[in-house]
């Protein structure tokens, strides 16, 4: 069976994306919309792309795309994704997947009534060598992990005008960067039971930077940066009772791990993505796709929504106010 994809949204996210589709067997990217014809049909012809679709509405209504990949920005998702589920299309929604907790478990909610997949395109979960990290801990290697340490960091120099720092547009640390860390934390500790964190914001009221400190009530922790001024390594430690492992930068897209166990000399595995890295994602929406299933159980919908619970807590607490984008669909 080929399950054929559409791309709403044909920005840099979607053209990193979009030369994967050709490393997935059984997945065929047959459709672009965007609201400006010119880009979309730029993009078509970059990528290969059949079909060029004029405003959102009209490839929700294609019967020949099976799934669409999301990848607007973040205020624009809740819109999109609802009449999505509502016209019977699967997804795989970028991230962060909304900029609220009330957006994120609406789409869960309005997903499972209609039996439709949706799935966070969380990419981290996906690499072969983040596929290993959770195989070793779930394995003991490392006893029982008590603390996760993780930075992500770019020194941002765009002008303001760039969507990184435009609220309207999801712009700051938190929805581009904070995704990332808070992802991997809840990954391996679950959702904690406190959330702590300082940050600056930019006078427009996009977050520039946040430590967040996560807590859990038998004492593990995570202690996570994110920032769009500062360089960061972009690594992250994983700590148990045994030994730790070691994702070297950067962690959100990693070819290897370093597992060092206490008493042992550390051992390096590599583990090289397929295509730009992005293939991996592509192909478990695919076969889910294909077998008729809802839910990934590497990025389940439950996941998503504790991770935008944490963030929606770490917002409140430096003052960042996230505005829903408007539903049109045109």
Request: some cysteine; glycine content about 10%; proline content about 6%.
């Amino acid at each position: 069976m080929t399950v054929k994809w559409g791309i709403i949204g044909p920005g840099r996210i979607a053209d990193a994306v979009a030369p994967d589709f050709a490393h997935v067997p059984g997945a065929e990217l047959v459709a672009v919309a965007s609201r400006s014809a010119e880009r979309g049909a730029d993009f078509a012809r970059r990528h290969g792309v059949d079909r060029v679709h004029t405003g959102y509405r009209a490839i929700l209504d294609d019967p020949d795309v099976d799934v669409l990949y999301v990848a607007t920005p973040h205020p624009q998702h809740r819109a999109i994704a609802l009449a999505a589920i509502e016209a019977g299309k699967a997804l795989m929604i970028e991230k962060a997947f909304t900029v609220s907790s009330v957006a994120t478990r609406e789409i869960a909610a309005a997903a499972r009534n209609r039996g439709v997949f949706v799935m966070e395109a969380m990419w981290t979960r996906f690499f072969p060598a983040v596929v290993r990290l959770r195989e070793l801990v779930a394995e003991g290697a490392i006893g029982e992990v008590r603390s996760v340490q993780a930075d992500l960091g770019v020194r941002n120099r765009s002008g303001a005008d760039d969507r990184f720092f435009s609220p309207e547009l999801g712009g700051g640390a938190l929805f581009d960067l904070g995704v990332y860390v808070v992802s991997f934390a809840q990954m391996l500790l679950g959702s904690p039971g406190t959330v702590a964190a300082s940050g600056a914001l930019t006078p427009s009221g996009v977050d520039l930077e946040e430590s967040i400190l996560l807590g859990w009530p038998d004492g593990r922790s995570a202690a996570l940066q994110v920032s769009l001024q500062c360089a960061m390594p972009g690594s992250a430690r994983v700590i148990g009772t045994e030994g730790w492992i070691e994702v070297p930068p950067r962690f959100h897209h990693p070819d290897r791990i370093v597992v060092r166990r206490h008493g042992a000399d550390p051992e390096e595995i590599v583990l090289p993505a397929t295509g730009r890295g992005y293939a991996h994602e592509i192909e478990e929406v695919t076969r889910r796709v294909a077998a008729g299933e809802t839910e990934s159980p590497v990025m389940p919908l439950a996941d998503t929504v504790a991770v935008q619970d944490v963030m929606a807590a770490v917002a409140d607490r430096v003052g960042m106010v996230p505005e829903e984008g408007p539903a049109d669909l045109r």
